[in-house]
Nanobody, 119 residues
């Protein structure tokens, strides 16, 4: 079974930065586009960013310009650098594999990591 473990979240003041990390099962990491998603209370989960095994990226509209996704294939890790954070960025952030670069995520989710931005 695919395993995903996110970390790096926390409480940060508006304008601050965080770097999130996710380690994924080797079985999916080497062949899949990986993505970061977020879900705030009462909202649907949304894509923040995605990166292919060769480093091609795309970003959702909500954090574009303030976020960078990257991956280390040797370590089966994907990262999300969050900058200039705003209170509305408060959410649980999840990573997952995508079925394709523009495809949907798989159904298996990790526990996520909470990001809370204070004003």
């Amino acid at each position: 079974q695919v395993q995903l473990v996110e970390s790096g979240g926390g409480l940060v003041q508006a304008g601050g930065s965080l770097r999130l990390s996710c380690i994924a099962s080797r079985s999916i990491f080497s062949i899949n586009t990986m993505g970061w998603y977020r879900q705030a209370p009462g909202t649907q989960r949304e894509l923040v960013a995605a990166v292919t095994p060769v480093g091609t990226t795309r970003y959702g509209d909500s954090l574009k310009g303030r976020v960078t996704i990257s991956r280390d294939n040797a370590k089966n890790k994907v990262y999300l650098q969050l900058n200039s954070l705003k209170p509305e960025d408060t959410a649980v952030y999840y990573c997952n594999a995508l079925r394709s670069f523009y495809g949907s995520p798989y159904d298996n989710w990790g526990q996520g990591t909470q990001v809370t931005v204070s004003s």
